[in-house]
């Protein structure tokens, strides 16, 4: 993950460079709160309308609390001061969010579709496990090559579709199926296994990407707000970080 001190910035390869980036900080707030809003709050409440347990909400309630007074501070706070946390927020969010999920999951399978077959149990478990290690061995390998070498471009446009599309998705079939109880459920649930994929990605890709921005800090630079503006926040005590 250490780039070596030899290798200038420049000869870094532009998806390295692009790893080594803040988030573009005038749009990052409205950015990150409809994700909370529309990737997590929604879904996650229609699962909760769907299971329809009240210990499931006790259960998932610390998970909540930690992503909405975190989104809160990051609302209040000045961006330029919060550039890395951010990027750790992301992070944090695309983790709580795949375990959120993931108990969803669990949920839906026992309480709602009454499945109670260990062997279903497991192979859900082994399938989970397995997804968690892809997704986090996918970003490792894509960042362990060679810094200095151009790799062929990847059209991201298919993926940015799929998160943005896929509550739509559920929704409208869930709508769909509402006079078939299985079905709906069953759709339902393969939703939830479409979102902890998508948050298992998030959750990799920018917890990556924090870690590697710290271990090689000295190649990052910071977002800097203009010099009239500049002058001010440094007398207010904001601090770039």
């Given at each position: 993950m250490k780039i070596n001190s030899t290798i200038e910035f420049g000869q870094l390869s532009d998806e390295f460079k692009k790893h080594l980036q803040f988030l573009d900080i005038f749009n990052i707030k409205g950015a990150t709160s409809m994700l909370l809003f529309g990737l997590y709050d929604i879904p996650l409440l229609l699962s909760l309308l769907t299971i329809y347990k009240i210990e499931f909400i006790w259960g998932i309630l610390p998970l909540l609390v930690i992503l909405h007074a975190w989104?809160?501070?990051?609302?209040?706070?000045?961006?330029?001061?919060?550039?890395?946390?951010?990027?750790?927020?992301?992070?944090?969010?695309?983790?709580?969010?795949?375990?959120?999920?993931?108990?969803?999951?669990?949920?839906?399978?026992?309480?709602?579709?009454?499945?109670?077959?260990v062997i279903y149990y497991s192979v859900l478990t082994l399938t989970l496990l397995m997804s968690s290690i892809i997704l986090i061995k996918y970003q490792i390998d894509k960042y362990a090559g060679d810094l200095t070498k151009e790799k062929k471009s990847r059209d991201q446009s298919k993926y940015i579709g799929l998160v943005t599309v896929a509550p739509a998705i559920g929704y409208i079939l869930a709508l769909i199926t509402a006079d078939t109880t299985i079905l709906k459920h069953s759709v339902t649930l393969g939703m939830n296994f479409i979102l902890f994929l998508i948050y298992g990605y998030f959750g990799a890709r920018f917890l990556h990407k924090y870690f590697f921005m710290k271990t090689n800090i000295d190649y990052v630079n910071f977002q800097m707000p203009a010099k009239k503006d500049y002058k001010e926040l440094i007398k207010n005590g904001v601090e770039i970080k």
């Open positions: 989104m809160f501070r990051l609302l209040f706070k000045n961006p330029f001061s919060t550039q890395f946390e951010t990027i750790l927020y992301l992070g944090a969010f695309g983790l709580i969010g795949s375990l959120t999920f993931i108990i969803m999951i669990y949920g839906i399978s026992y309480y709602v579709l009454g499945i109670s077959s």
